[in-house]
């Protein structure tokens, strides 16, 4: 059989062009509307946390319905997944139910529908995840699947048959969140996103009966990847010394025999593989080749504590080798779950491998300044216990500072009046020591200048707005940073007076107020955030923000608050 079969997950669907990206997840996108039959579907966001289950574990039920012959099919297909020995993530089948049907009832199930009626002609099965919240709160609460058992034959791909494990595997992988691997939009509903790789189970099209590369029963590397993003097993970091127990600045270091997941920031991008890549054992499946696979190494090069960024490793016995100033040095290591650093020291070389520790003491990057915008930047230049050769210069922007200049292990001290300019301004603040050739460290300054108080761009349940759930957290998204201390539930309150928890995520420049209960049912509720509220400067807002909305009377059963994914035939 030649028939191309999609898969179309109806949550996001993006115009945009394709990438050399390939991985995706399923991220919140806060302001979405669709017609699922009709394909009549916008979306306006594209970013956005990552739509996860939050005890990194599902429970799914094979219904009764399912003929007791596919039943391990099924199973295989969905162990796929809980076979990634770097992936928290886990699938648990608690065993039958007699449910069948997609319906928001608690319970995520998988079935075989002899009577499958739903979607129209054409489709193979419907696959859909509930969800709540939004932001950081973006979570997934329950996922159904039902096959088609009125118009195809299952089985193992083979012959007239379609595979139950591969297509399973498929859909599991939306249930945990992740999107597809392939070209963006192939048809409404679809998103696919990043570089066509066939071979990849979370690729959008599926073709019958097709073995080798395209056997979609097998997880790639593009599909473990993109698991261990979402739920990493290993947080890993290096950290090189040299042989006096300093930090290495500037220093390479190579992920060996393994491979890990890097970008991943906008679902309209997707993500890559970086690491040893070219090494067949780094593979997983079909070994199949993919421009998203990059051979080179996912770590930065050691700062200014000679440490690199943050990795999650595919593999957990790996090697390491460093590389700085012709000194090199390969480890192999056995990663730990969680968090954990490796110190990797080099061998006797040069006498100052070591540039000057350099700290910034008026301001810190990405903070957002306002009022005066005629500023001072202050901060520290020092050797010691680096090489102690001493401090040559410092700079910021090209522009020496005179008399910044150390000798042996005392510290330089530094400053320099700058005028900034509304919105971003980017300082590169520089140190060089005294050692021949000179070490040097460098840090980047990021300033946002304005003289105005913040504001709150998006209010959500958005503000007159009716049949929210009861069970909604309140939520204001800033218009840039804000001081986490300052928002609390004596500055982010309910006229109501409800009790709840006040976060705040820095990354989306969101506040949330998560009730304590669930909300009165067909009850209006009004938020205030006070001018207690401050930015990042101490900034408060200019007056009361307050908002109102009305809850859900009562909670509709037809209500599915749904991202769908479906799988349809063309040309059958």
């Not at 189970?201 to 009966?209: I, K, L, Q």
């Not at 009022?371 to 001493?390: K, M, P």
Request: net charge negative.
């Amino acid at each position: 059989m030649k028939e191309n079969v999609k898969y179309l997950l109806l949550l996001l669907i993006l115009f945009l062009p394709a990438t050399a990206h390939a991985w995706c997840w399923v991220r919140d996108t806060r302001t979405t509307s669709f017609g699922c039959p009709s394909g009549q579907y916008r979306q306006r966001c594209c970013s956005g946390n990552l739509r996860l289950w939050p005890s990194a574990a599902m429970d799914i039920a094979i219904s009764t319905s399912t003929p007791v012959q596919f039943r391990d099919a099924i199973e295989e297909g969905v162990e796929l997944w809980n076979r990634i020995e770097m992936s928290t993530f886990r699938f648990n089948i608690t065993g039958t139910t007699s449910l069948n049907s997609v319906k928001w009832d608690n319970t995520s199930i998988i079935a075989i529908d002899p009577n499958f009626n739903q979607l129209g002609e054409g489709i193979l099965a419907v696959s859909t995840t509930w969800t709540s919240g939004y932001g950081s709160n973006f979570r997934a609460t329950e996922s159904d699947i039902v096959f088609n058992g009125a118009d195809y034959r299952w089985g193992d791909g083979t012959g007239e048959t379609y595979s139950i494990k591969a297509v399973v595997a498929h859909e599991t992988g939306h249930n945990a969140g992740l999107s597809h691997a392939g070209a963006h939009c192939q048809n409404p509903g679809s998103t696919g996103c990043g570089a066509n790789f066939q071979e990849a189970t979370m690729y959008w099209n599926y073709s019958a009966g097709n073995t080798g590369r395209k056997d979609k029963s097998s997880l790639e590397l593009d599909d473990v990847a993109a698991m261990i993003y979402g739920y990493p097993q290993s947080r890993f970091k290096v950290k090189v010394l040299d042989s006096n127990r300093a930090p290495v600045t500037g220093a390479r270091v190579e992920l060996l025999d393994a491979a890990a997941p890097v970008n991943g920031h906008s679902v309209a991008q997707g993500g890559q593989v970086y690491g040893d890549v070219t090494n067949p054992i780094v593979l997983l499946g079909d070994k199949a080749p993919s421009n998203s696979y990059i051979n080179q190494t996912p770590f930065t090069l050691t700062d200014a504590e000679g440490i690199t960024n943050t990795v999650h490793p595919t593999r957990r016995n790996i090697r390491i080798q460093v590389n700085y100033k012709g000194a090199s040095k390969t480890v192999s290591h056995t990663l730990v779950n969680g968090a954990s650093t490796l110190e990797v020291m080099l061998p006797a070389g040069e006498s100052d491998t070591t540039p000057p520790l350099l700290n910034l003491t008026s301001h810190t990057t990405n903070q957002h300044v306002t009022g005066n915008s005629h500023i001072t930047l202050t901060g520290t230049a020092t050797d010691s216990q680096r090489g102690d050769s001493g401090v040559g210069e410092v700079s910021v922007n090209g522009q020496v500072i005179s008399e910044a200049t150390a000798i042996g292990a005392q510290s330089a001290a530094w400053s320099l009046n700058v005028d900034l300019q509304p919105g971003q301004n980017t300082f590169t603040v520089m140190a060089k020591d005294t050692a021949n050739p000179a070490n040097t460290a460098t840090q980047a300054l990021n300033l946002t200048y304005s003289a105005l108080p913040p504001e709150v761009t998006i209010k959500m349940p958005s503000p007159s707005s009716s049949g929210v759930s009861v069970n909604t957290s309140v939520s204001a998204r800033f218009n840039r940073s804000m001081r986490a201390s300052s928002l609390t539930h004596a500055t982010f309150t309910c006229g109501q007076g409800i009790s709840g928890r006040v976060t705040y995520d820095a990354a989306s420049q969101t506040a949330t107020f998560t009730p304590s209960t669930s909300l009165a049912s067909g009850t209006t509720y009004t938020f205030i955030l006070t001018t207690g509220v401050q930015d990042a400067s101490g900034t408060p807002l200019s007056a009361p923000v307050s908002w109102s909305f009305t809850t859900q009377t009562p909670l509709s059963s037809s209500k599915t608050e749904s991202e769908g994914c479906f799988i349809q035939s063309i040309g059958f």
